[in-house]
């Protein structure tokens, strides 16, 4: 697995969750998106908004469940888990970055109250933006993501790093998603 000074750029904001943390960051490689198997691909490689992917995958609603929070500048930092309504099935582990400022309000509170995933405010809010995948990544899963999947280990993982812009261009948010083995509709 690769993991260098130049690829962690692949990993941001995850890898800033991780120094906070004191934690070491997973082995991962930057791959291509036909590196990666299905089902895995299909909900990675795409331009649409991984909230919307997931609840049409598992047909069902999801929630978020915080792991860590906080606010620098104009930044909103969330570490979290998506969990299948009903069930509480984990099906993504993520880290985001979220420019505040350009979100409007009431939106804004609501991101900050972290009771829904970003793009289900995103898409209940009516604002246009597009989603653009920069790298695909395979993951050697941690402790620390298999306590967050709820399992007692975990092997290589699949997850993208993306960028959600606004319709001037402007950044709203950047993620590292990364999807649980048991991925299944």
């Known amino acids: 697995m690769t993991t260098n000074a130049n690829s962690r750029a692949a990993v941001q904001p995850l890898d800033e969750f991780y120094l906070r943390q004191r934690r070491t960051l997973p082995a991962f ?8 198997p299905e089902p895995y691909r299909s ?5 649409r908004d991984m ?16 792991l860590s929070s906080y606010r ?27 420019q505040l400022t350009a979100i409007p309000e009431p939106w804004r509170a609501q991101i900050v109250a972290a009771r ?3 793009g289900g405010i995103l898409n209940a809010s009516g604002l246009r933006y597009t989603s653009r995948p920069s790298a695909y990544l395979r993951f ?5 993501i ?13 997850g993208r790093q993306n960028t959600l812009r606004g319709e001037g261009g402007e950044v709203l948010a950047e993620i590292v998603e990364i999807l649980p083995l048991t991925a299944k509709g």
């Open 146 to 158: 298999a306590q967050c999947f709820g399992v007692t280990t975990v092997g290589e993982l699949y």
């Open 116 to 118: 829904r995933p970003f």
């Open 29 to 36: 490689t930057v791959i291509e998106p036909d590196q990666i």
């Open 140 to 144: 050697v899963g941690d402790d620390f």
């Open 72 to 98: 620098e500048g104009d930044a909103y930092w969330r570490e979290s888990v998506l969990e299948l309504d009903g069930s509480d099935q984990p099906i993504e582990f993520g880290a985001i970055k979220i």
């Open 43 to 47: 909900l990675l490689v795409h331009e």
């Open 51 to 66: 909230t919307r992917t997931l609840e049409q995958f598992h047909g069902g609603q999801i929630h978020l469940r915080v």
